[in-house]
């Protein structure tokens, strides 16, 4: 039997309504999970919850900054044998301009929130004995761009929080990983498309070996990572980048 | 607001500016050295000081100072 399914396991998928989340949770439906999506917006969350395959799934509409709404979901939310963590913004800004309210901004959505979530899940006991734990992250954690220094932060504060939670939590089996991705095309980066001038962009994507990637390429891994398949791999990062960072471009 | 002030502070934060050398027509692209951290500098800048929120397609979308001035003035 190939160790590369999710039948009988349970997993929450944040960030669920639109992009990298939306794409997770639909890919791990079809790989036999019982999914558990969470996101702000009640109509794209339900549009995700319309596009899983099988049933036995759960969505619950909370934003996990707020306080009440996190403390609501973990009492709703059913024993988990997995957790993918892709809530997240990007806002560029030039480090001079920074201020406590910008830091506020990203750090609340990228960092603070997942470091809440779970402590709370682990603290209400809602993990299984091998869980699996993947957090979206960016390969700017690590090679950050200009304007990034709130984003790049973020995420690069995910990845040592990451890797604390396998340190924590390995007793139970259970593990902890990250996906760096690189430029995924989803609404964030139409976003960022509008930022950045076009010609940066094309100019970014003529550095991509294999072109920029697709939600379903990101979900693909996190499969992986979900799945028993990894059950060596903790506290590591899986850099998907198309070959960008090969530099040869 | 006032496009003097605005174009103050654009010199102020754009170092490659010699201050008294921006118009209200001048075209920015044409500031010599003009990159994306300008433009981003730029959107910055408007969000800090008039909490407008102007995006890169909008500074693609206009020409000069003054374009970028009549947007700004526009969301105030």
């Known amino acids: 039997m190939t160790p ?5 396991k349970t997993i929450l998928v944040t960030g669920a309504s639109s992009g990298i989340g939306q794409q997770v949770a639909i890919s791990i439906s079809e790989m036999g999970a019982n999914v558990v999506i969470t996101g702000r917006n009640e109509g794209r969350l339900t549009d995700t919850f319309k596009k899983l395959k099988n049933t036995n799934h759960q969505q619950i509409i909370a934003d996990i900054t707020n306080e009440s709404d996190l403390q609501q979901m973990i009492k709703v939310v059913p024993m988990l044998d997995g957790i993918v963590h892709c809530a997240g913004v990007v806002k560029p800004f030039p480090i001079k301009f920074i201020s406590k309210e910008k830091i506020k901004e990203t750090f609340t959505v990228n960092y603070e929130a997942q470091v809440e979530l779970m402590a709370q899940i682990t603290r209400n006991k809602k993990l299984n004995k091998q869980a699996s734990i993947v957090f979206i992250s960016s390969i700017s954690a690590a090679h950050p761009h200009k304007g990034g220094a709130l984003y790049a932060g973020s995420k690069a504060a995910l990845e040592s ?4 939670i396998a340190l924590e939590f390995y007793t139970m089996g259970i593990r902890s990983n990250c996906i760096a991705a690189a430029m995924v095309k989803t609404p964030m980066y139409e976003y960022s498309e509008q930022n950045a001038s076009k010609e940066t962009m094309d100019e970014h994507i003529n550095k991509y070996p294999l072109g920029v990637g697709k939600p379903t390429d990101i979900a693909n891994a ?3 990572l979900l799945s028993d398949a990894s059950k060596w791999v903790t506290g590591t990062t899986i850099t998907l980048d198309g070959g960008f960072l090969l530099g040869g471009m | 607001m006032d496009i003097g002030d605005f174009i103050k502070k654009i010199e102020n934060e754009i170092e490659e500016i010699t201050p008294g050398v921006l118009k ?15 433009a981003l500098i730029i959107i910055a800048l408007i969000d800090t000081e008039y909490n407008v929120t102007i995006t890169g397609s909008d500074i693609r979308s206009c020409q000069t100072v003054n374009d970028l001035f009549t947007i700004v003035k526009s969301r105030v």
């Open chain 1, 4 to 8: 590369f399914h999710l039948q009988h």
């Open chain 1, 222 to 224: 996190t499969i992986f």
């Open chain 1, 161 to 164: 929080f990451s890797k604390v």
């Open chain 2, 24 to 38: 209200a027509d001048t075209n920015y692209r044409n500031i010599p050295g003009w990159s994306s951290m300008h």
